[in-house]
């Protein structure tokens, strides 16, 4: 097999996908005040162009070798499922580490029409956690079951993190887009009731209010190249994709610089542990952009 270089080891951009981008003027790709207090209320913001065409066909042409389980690069994930549901007949491809393997998803990471509107919902300078791969195929795809991202990231303290969800593909109610409960970020952090599987569990863990507000979740449909914002505590989940066409998404997860380690143990598989209490850095937790320019 071909070896693979480790970009972990590279802190910045290794090619030119995003050029141009990177030269331009910042505040080029800032949110406006209405798009900043609509996340604050809701708890996500749609609709943020983060690639145009080209940049989305790049990063098709990356992943499609990650199909195939013996692709070069395979040792070099945090976690590879190519299918985390536990049924054959309702695939979820899921990853976690892409951008250690190939250029374009590695300078994704520093994309100025990610990190500028990602410094302003976090409200500071933005650092690195891990990406992340959903793919759901064309006919069978399954879900990814209601669920608190920060329910799985509590080895990191304080709660300053966001999620970054970017369509490779157009997302659709019919291929299995993301859903939220508006204002759900306001409720406490909710007991893991799985990724994959039923996406009825979570009406174990909810109270009588939480679950009327359960009725009625919004739908984001999304543009390939458009992404959507969501906060650490928003409640969200996607359906299956029975169309004739695949439904593929990256997902970039960071949080504020200062951010700190909540454990002795390893906090990614194969990443050298940060002592409890220190802060989260390093070549596998770069800083991506600090507005101060510092």
């Not at 999304?222 to 914002?229: C, I, V």
């Amino acid at each position: 097999m071909a070896t693979v270089t480790d970009l972990s080891q590279s802190q910045g951009p290794v090619g030119d996908l995003f050029a141009e981008a990177l030269r331009a003027d910042p505040d080029r790709f800032r949110l406006s005040d209405d798009q900043v207090r609509f996340y604050h209320e809701n708890g996500y913001l749609p609709g943020v162009r983060i690639l145009d065409e080209a940049q989305v066909e790049a990063l098709r042409q990356e992943l499609a070798e990650w199909f195939d389980p013996d692709h070069p690069g395979r040792d070099l994930w945090y976690e590879y499922h190519s299918n985390e549901s536990a049924d054959p007949d309702r695939v979820l491809f899921h990853a976690l580490g892409a951008w250690r393997i190939k250029p374009g998803f590695h300078d994704l990471l520093w994309n100025p029409a990610f990190t500028v509107p990602a410094s302003q919902l976090l409200g500071g300078a933005v650092r690195f956690w891990h990406d992340q791969l959903f793919c759901k195929p064309a006919k069978h795809g399954g879900v990814v079951a209601w669920h608190q991202d920060y329910s799985y990231w509590t080895r990191t303290i304080p709660m300053a993190h966001l999620t970054c969800w970017i369509g490779l593909d157009d997302s659709t109610i019919d291929n299995g887009c993301v859903h939220y409960v508006p204002g759900s970020h306001r409720w406490p952090l909710l007991p893991i009731t799985g990724l994959a599987g039923d996406m009825e569990a979570i009406r174990e863990v909810l109270d009588d209010e939480q679950w009327a507000m359960f009725q009625n979740p919004v739908a984001v449909e999304l543009k390939a190249g458009e992404a959507t914002f969501h906060h650490p505590l928003m409640v969200h989940g996607s359906f299956a994709n029975r169309t004739d066409r695949p439904r593929r998404a990256t997902v970039i997860n960071v949080f504020r610089d200062g951010v700190r380690s909540d454990t002795n143990d390893v906090l990614l598989d194969g990443v050298p542990p940060i002592p409890q209490g220190a802060p989260m850095n390093g070549p596998f937790f770069p800083l991506l952009y600090d507005p101060a320019g510092r």
